[in-house]
C-alpha cells in the first residue's frame, strides 16, 4: 500500500471510530472485548494516538524516554466524551507528523531502533482491529476495506511477530503484566485472505516467529478465509466465519501468537 493510501486509511477509520464512540454510551459493552465497556476503549485509544504513536513517531531515539511518554498518557481522561476528542486531536497529530516530519529519523522501537515511518502502519493496524470493537458495540461492522484489513495482516505477521518478546517486555513495563510470550511452532503454517489473494508464510528460526509474504507449499497447516476474519483471528476477535483449515488446526493455533500474548 502506498504513503497516501495508508494516511488516507488512518484518517478514514479515525472517523468512524470517533463517530461510533461519540454515539456510545460510556457504560456501553465492547462484545468483541469482554469487560471493557465503550469508555474504556475511548480512553484506550485516546493515549494510543496522543500519546503513544503521536509521541513515538515524533521524538528521536536519543531524546525518547519513558517519562517523556507516561507524561502525555497523562493526558487521558475520567471521561468517555472528552476522551474521544483527545483521540480526534491525536490522530491529527500524529497524520501531521507523518505528512510534516522526516520520517527517516531513527525513532524508539520496542527497544530497537526503526525510520519514524515505522510507526505509521503500526498504527494503521491498530486503529482498524479497535475500530471493529467500535463498531461491534452498535452491532455493526466496521467499513474498512479488505485492502487496507490485509495491509493490517501484514504489519501483524511481518513486523509485530518478529519482535513479539520487545513487544511484550516493554508493556509488562508499563502494566505490570507477565513478559513471557509463546513459542512459535517449528512446523510451517500459512494464512490466506481468499478476498484480496493474499498469503502470508509463517516460520521459525531459533524460536523467533518470521513471516513472508506468498504461499507455502509445504505448510503443516492452512488457514483461509476474509481479510477481516484473518485479522480477527490474529487478534482474539470474533469471525464472521471460521477459517477453512487445511492440515493440522493444532498448528494453525500454535501460531496464534498476537492473541496467545495477551496483549
Not at 72 to 92: I, Y
Not at 157 to 179: H, N, W, Y
Not at 227 to 238: E, F, K, N, Q
Request: charged share 20%; aromatic share 8%; hydrophobic share 45%.
Amino acid at each position: 500500500m502506498e504513503f497516501e493510501d495508508i494516511i488516507a486509511w488512518i484518517t478514514d477509520d479515525a472517523a468512524e471510530m470517533a463517530s461510533l464512540l461519540r454515539a456510545a454510551e460510556p457504560d456501553q459493552p465492547v462484545p468483541s472485548c469482554p469487560g471493557w465497556n465503550a469508555a474504556d476503549l475511548s480512553a484506550h485509544v485516546a493515549g494510543g494516538f496522543s500519546a503513544w504513536y503521536a509521541y513515538n513517531i515524533s521524538t528521536p531515539t536519543d531524546q525518547w524516554t519513558p517519562d517523556g511518554l507516561m507524561a502525555r498518557l497523562a493526558n487521558v481522561s475520567a471521561d468517555h466524551q472528552t476522551n474521544v476528542a483527545l483521540f480526534e486531536s491525536g490522530v491529527d497529530e500524529f497524520v501531521g507528523c507523518c505528512v510534516e516530519s522526516d520520517l527517516d529519523v531513527a525513532t524508539w522501537s520496542f527497544g530497537g531502533v526503526e525510520p519514524a515511518r515505522w510507526w505509521i502502519r503500526r498504527a494503521g493496524a491498530e486503529l482498524t482491529v479497535h475500530l471493529t470493537d467500535a463498531a461491534g458495540i452498535h452491532g455493526r461492522r466496521s467499513s474498512t476495506t479488505p485492502e487496507r484489513h490485509a495491509e493490517a495482516i501484514d504489519e501483524v505477521t511481518t513486523e509485530v511477530f518478529p519482535r513479539l518478546a520487545a513487544f511484550k517486555a516493554t508493556m509488562s513495563a508499563m502494566t505490570g503484566a507477565d513478559t513471557s510470550v509463546p513459542t512459535p511452532p517449528d512446523l510451517v503454517a500459512c494464512l490466506v485472505a481468499d478476498d484480496v489473494d493474499q498469503a502470508w508464510t509463517l516460520t521459525s528460526d531459533d524460536g523467533s516467529a518470521r513471516a513472508t509474504r506468498g504461499r507455502s507449499r509445504v505448510a503443516a497447516a492452512v488457514g483461509q478465509g476474509s481479510s477481516a476474519d484473518v485479522l480477527a483471528w490474529l487478534h482474539g476477535r470474533p469471525l464472521t466465519a471460521p477459517l477453512t483449515i487445511e492440515g493440522d488446526p493444532a498448528i494453525l493455533d500454535g501460531w496464534n501468537l498476537f492473541q496467545r500474548s495477551q496483549f
